[in-house]
């Protein structure tokens, strides 16, 4: 499959970026992004992230393509601040992070990340970490499953498809996608789950798990906000509700004067917004990007901007 960068154009235009700018790529992927952001910063830098050192192999021919101007860290994007310090850079004038899931990790079977495809249960992004799905599924006890699904996957059925896992483990344990479908399946019946495919949702809850992604939103942003120079912007594609409430909560938090000093004449510095909203609601994808890529169908851009 052809790989294709959700909101593309958008992001270029919504990272207003500069040809001497100093610009950071949190989540690499196949580079889709960051050889845009390359090819308009002759006389800038770009600092990339990625946990898959898959992606990182792949990425790296696509960027020298385009320049030399760029570094890669092998690193999650929650360690922005320390990795950049190291560089000795303190602040830059614009951030992306795109949360997908890349088209091979989906596509290709081994990685386990997807319930289309028959492979092992993995699912993880950094291949050195030693928690995968199939330590989740074969390990943890029947109310972490429940509290995994429900918070993470929000599937209503969340108790049944874990029973159904406890009751499984005890005949064998669960090595595949294609196995973990099948239960998910047989618990829920298959009027439910041909209606309602909570197999989409399971999985989603074990990625986020293993990946630990939620927790690591949540670090990283007040991070890159505090690295932001004024001026420089901030923008971030999620994919599912409880990412883009994260960011949406988190970005209405830095934007808004504090209560305390609301109705004051003249607000003092200190209590000043952070950033403002360049998107006061987010970005969606184009009818003509949905028909090229269905893929991006739940995809939402957001982009602030630093005061």
């Known amino acids: 499959m052809k790989h294709y960068s959700v909101l593309l154009k958008e992001v270029?235009?919504?990272?207003?970026?500069?040809?001497?700018?100093?610009?950071?790529?949190?989540?690499?992927?196949?580079?889709?992004?960051?050889?845009?952001?390359?090819?308009?910063?002759?006389?800038?830098?770009?600092?990339?992230f990625d946990a898959d050192e898959e992606a990182i192999k792949i990425a790296t021919k696509s960027l020298q393509e385009i320049g030399s101007?760029?570094?890669?860290?092998?690193?999650?994007?929650?360690?922005?601040?320390?990795?950049?310090?190291?560089?000795?850079?303190?602040?830059?004038?614009?951030?992306?992070?795109?949360?997908?899931?890349?088209?091979?990790?989906?596509?290709?079977?081994?990685?386990?990340?997807?319930?289309?495809?028959d492979g092992h249960l993995d699912m993880r992004m950094d291949t050195s970490k030693s928690l995968s799905a199939w330590h989740v599924v074969n390990q943890y006890e029947e109310s972490k499953l429940i509290h995994i699904f429900y918070t993470y996957g929000?599937?209503?059925?969340?108790?049944?498809?874990?029973?159904?896992?406890?009751?499984?483990?005890t005949e064998k344990t669960i090595d595949t996608t294609k196995e973990l479908v099948n239960v998910v399946e047989g618990a829920v019946g298959a009027k439910y789950f041909y209606q309602k495919h909570p197999e989409r949702k399971?999985?989603?809850?074990?990625?986020?798990?293993?990946?630990?992604?939620l927790n690591n939103l949540e670090t990283v942003l007040p991070i890159a906000i505090s690295l932001l120079k004024k001026g420089g912007r901030l923008a971030i594609i999620t994919f599912h509700s409880l990412e883009d409430r994260i960011v949406k909560n988190s970005f209405k938090k830095y934007s808004e004067?504090?209560?305390?000093?609301?109705?004051?004449?003249?607000?003092?510095?200190?209590?000043?917004?952070?950033?403002?909203?360049?998107?006061?609601?987010?970005?969606?994808?184009s009818i003509k990007e949905l028909e090229e890529n269905s893929r991006s169908k739940s995809s939402k851009l957001r982009i602030i901007e630093r005061n």
Do not use: C, W
């Open 202 to 213: 399971i999985f989603q809850a074990i990625r986020i798990e293993v990946n630990d992604e």
């Open 12 to 48: 270029i235009e919504g990272l207003n970026l500069k040809e001497d700018g100093i610009y950071v790529d949190g989540t690499l992927g196949l580079a889709g992004h960051s050889k845009e952001i390359l090819k308009r910063i002759p006389k800038g830098k770009l600092y990339a």
């Open 154 to 169: 929000e599937e209503e059925r969340s108790k049944a498809i874990a029973k159904a896992i406890i009751k499984k483990r």
């Open 69 to 117: 101007n760029y570094k890669i860290f092998h690193s999650n994007f929650k360690n922005l601040k320390e990795k950049l310090t190291e560089e000795k850079i303190n602040q830059v004038d614009g951030i992306l992070l795109d949360l997908g899931v890349s088209s091979p990790q989906i596509d290709t079977d081994r990685r386990g990340f997807s319930f289309m495809h």
């Open 257 to 285: 004067i504090d209560e305390f000093v609301k109705g004051l004449p003249e607000i003092p510095e200190e209590y000043k917004p952070l950033i403002h909203l360049v998107t006061k609601k987010a970005i969606l994808p």
